[in-house]
């Protein structure tokens, strides 16, 4: 017995598709990681696209799936590439040795008014 | 094909795209209702003498209506009490004595008075006639720098000791030749009361009002993030350029600054934020004062008065008035009264 013709099940894969589609984009919104060099800002990532950056301190960092991770450093340790992957804004990746802070902003900086 | 097969084919078709259809309604509901709130209207209007900008979010109701509203009330303050206007005050001014003074009015004499005495006189509504006499009454006046027998006589006629008031009688009267300008008041009175207008519209309301660098909180960024606010660098370039941070989830920011109405003469720089006691602009080391307060009539009149008091110990006494005080000095070096510091973390 047939419930349903080959076309009704394309229909519905299809509507599911344009549901994904549609919402997990927008899940992991443009998010950036912002780079601390004794405490100044020195570097903003864009999480939205995978990529590997050579940071200038000596520490080679992986974006991917909107998470950011150090995969390699030259300091003695490597405590900060056993930090692993992060996605959460108020955890940050922090090397000690290079003075470095690796922390997740939910979108790009701005200023909402100035006061003058 | 049997007949019974094809038909409950059918039911089970129906059935299908039936609760496809009711999800996608769902989903829809959903996406619209999440969707709304996080959606700032903004509004840009003249009035006040500067630009007043409205972001306004509502999940009940039109922001636009809520923004009109507030306009609506900020304009009527305006027309009341602001420096052009023809109202209560002006009366006051030219007659000398007023008596059955409404209750608005009462309020801000009774606010302004009780400011000026908070802060032994930094900030002063009557010095009106010292104003005019620097050009910095209107931006088309011209701009001088008056002699000393000019000085000697505007200060002859200034002073909130001036001023007589009561409350209980509703009466004011002014001697010497004395003056209430409300102008130091009203801008952050306006503010204050276009929030209280759409707070009254609806509750929650979220957004905030930002009259020329005065700004105050309607409600937090979405209902739970704090505006943040850059406190301008006195001696930047750009309006952009930001000197220090500030988060706010309610109450009002305001700030005076040596650079927003002045003139240079012989590369000397004389603003618009005089001293009560000399009659020129104030040499106090301070080139721009910060003030979060309660709300944002407040903090404007404490931070004209933090600008005139500068680093003397009188300003340490301003938290206690509810205002907390950062201020940048000539050099460059900026000074927090003791819990300024709150407002500064994410």
Redesign the interface.
């Known amino acids: 017995?047939?419930?349903?013709?080959r076309n009704?099940i394309l229909?519905?894969i299809a509507?599911f598709a344009i549901?994904i589609l549609f919402v997990f984009p927008r899940g992991k919104a443009s998010s950036f990681a912002e780079v601390y060099h004794d405490g100044r800002l020195v570097r903003t990532i864009d999480l939205s696209s995978d990529s590997e950056i050579f940071l200038d301190v000596g520490m080679v960092v992986k974006v991917q799936d909107g998470r950011i991770s150090v995969i390699d450093s030259d300091c003695p340790e490597k405590l900060c590439v056993s930090q692993g992957a992060i996605s959460m804004t108020n955890i940050p990746i922090v090397c000690v040795p290079n003075r470095t802070l690796i922390k997740i902003v939910s979108s790009q900086?701005?200023?909402?008014?100035?006061?003058? | 094909m049997p007949k019974g097969?094809s038909s409950?084919?059918l039911r089970?078709?129906v059935f299908?795209y039936g609760l496809?259809f009711v999800s996608?309604i769902v989903?829809l509901t959903i996406v619209f209702f999440r969707q709304k709130p996080l959606e700032y209207y903004d509004k840009t209007e003249y009035h006040l003498g500067t630009y007043v900008?409205i972001?306004v979010s509502s999940s009940t109701m039109s922001p636009v209506t809520l923004a009109e509203a507030a306009f609506t009330e900020i304009k009527r303050i305006d027309d009341k009490f602001g420096s052009r206007s023809n109202g209560v005050i002006a009366e006051l001014n030219r007659t000398g004595e007023l008596h059955d003074i409404d209750k608005e009015t009462s309020f801000l004499i009774r606010s302004a008075l009780e400011i000026a005495r908070n802060t032994s006189g930094a900030f002063d509504p009557t010095l009106y006639s010292l104003t005019r006499l620097w050009g910095f009454d209107d931006e088309s006046s011209k701009k001088r720098i008056p002699n000393d027998k000019e000085i000697e006589d505007a200060l002859g006629s200034t002073g909130f000791s001036r001023i007589t008031y009561d409350e209980e009688l509703g009466y004011v009267s002014l001697v010497d030749g004395a003056m209430i300008d409300l102008g130091g008041i009203a801008k952050g009175y306006a503010v204050d009361m276009a929030i209280a207008k759409i707070k009254s519209l609806d509750p929650d309301a979220t957004g905030?009002i930002?009259a020329?660098?005065?700004?105050g909180v309607i409600g937090p960024?979405y209902g739970n993030r704090p505006?943040?606010?850059?406190?301008?660098n006195p001696r930047g370039e750009s309006?952009?350029d930001?000197i220090e941070?500030?988060y706010l989830y309610d109450g009002a920011?305001?700030?005076s600054?040596d650079?927003?109405r002045f003139f240079v003469e012989d590369s000397v720089r004389y603003h618009h934020i005089l001293d009560p006691e000399t009659g020129f602009p104030s040499r106090s080391g301070v080139i721009s004062a910060?003030v979060i307060g309660k709300s944002t009539m407040l903090a404007d009149a404490y931070a004209t008065a933090a600008f005139v008091i500068g680093m003397e110990p009188g300003v340490t006494f301003l938290p206690r008035f509810g205002a907390l005080v950062l201020l940048v000095m000539e050099d460059m070096s900026i000074f927090r009264s003791p819990g300024f510091e709150v407002y500064q973390e994410r």
């Open positions: 017995m047939k419930f349903f013709t009704d229909i519905v509507a549901v900086f701005e200023v909402d008014a100035i006061t003058q | 097969n409950s084919l089970n078709r299908l496809l996608a989903l900008t972001r905030f930002d020329g660098g005065d700004i960024k505006w943040i606010v850059g406190v301008r309006v952009q930001v941070y500030i920011v305001a700030t600054g650079y927003e910060t």
